[in-house]
T-cell receptor
Framework: AQTVTQSQPEMSVQEAETVTLSCTYDTSESDYYLFWYKQPPSRQMILVIRQEAYKQQNATENRFSVNFQKAAKSFSLKISDSQLGDAAMYFCAYRSGDTLAGSYQLTFGKGTKLSVIP | DTAVSQTPKYLVTQMGNDKSIKCEQNLGHDTMYWYKQDSKKFLKIMFSYNNKELIINETVPNRFSPKSPDKAHLNLHINSLELGDSAVYFC??????????????FGSGTQLSVL
């Protein structure tokens, strides 16, 4: 079974600064997808960024980028130029690339609460 | 237009009652899910349906019964509610596409409080 570990329950960052959220995972598969989801106080889960394991290039979405280290099974999220609206819970998630039963399930980490200090 | 909508947003009820949470998606997706988020914010999958067929049924008490009348709807019925059922329940949907990191679209959650 796959597991996803987020070792930082809480993080804080000054507005306009950069912060990195850590995520590690455990899997025996070679084909999979990794995601970061954001959950603001409104509770809605919002996809921030995704990475296909077969792509070596790190995904980027505006101020959000990842550092994907496949051998180390690490998938950290970097937020640049942090804004007040970035304050939220951030969840790392894993999804199997197997098109059979495992591909239907997202396995989430326990989340990191990010605070942005004005 | 809301892609994944679930109702109600808040549900407060007494122990022992039976309640339902409804979910609808207008994205044309084939797969829908129910997740439970506990007080420590940990998200855990409960059920997954693909084209109205049950695909995943995690270790969930059989007091929880999902019902999918069509592929755009996945409702969650809970019998004999217990204090430990208090949580936020999220509905989600996705379109299964091979070798594309398909996005999971979430509803805004239903906060269930059992008194």
């Amino acid at each position: 079974a796959q597991t996803v570990t987020q070792s930082q329950p809480e993080m804080s960052v000054q507005e306009a600064e950069t912060v990195t959220l850590s995520c590690t995972y455990d899997t025996s598969e070679s084909d999979y997808y990794l995601f970061w989801y954001k959950q603001p106080p409104s509770r809605q889960m919002i996809l921030v960024i995704r990475q296909e394991a077969y792509k070596q290039q790190n995904a980027t979405e505006n101020r959000f980028s990842v550092n994907f280290q496949k051998a180390a099974k690490s998938f950290s999220l970097k937020i640049s130029d942090s804004q007040l609206g970035d304050a939220a819970m951030y969840f790392c998630a894993y999804r199997s690339g197997d098109t059979l039963a495992g591909s239907y399930q997202l396995t989430f980490g326990k989340g990191t609460k990010l605070s942005v200090i004005p | 237009d809301t892609a994944v909508s679930q109702t109600p947003k808040y549900l407060v009820t007494q122990m022992g009652n039976d309640k339902s949470i409804k979910c609808e998606q207008n994205l044309g997706h084939d797969t829908m899910y129910w997740y439970k988020q506990d007080s420590k914010k940990f998200l855990k999958i409960m059920f997954s349906y693909n084209n109205k067929e049950l695909i995943i049924n995690e270790t969930v008490p059989n007091r929880f019964s999902p019902k999918s009348p069509d592929k755009a709807h996945l409702n969650l019925h809970i019998n004999s509610l217990e204090l430990g059922d208090s949580a936020v329940y999220f509905c989600a949907s996705s379109q299964e596409i091979v070798r594309v990191g398909e996005k999971l679209f979430f509803g805004s959650g239903t906060q269930l409080s059992v008194l």
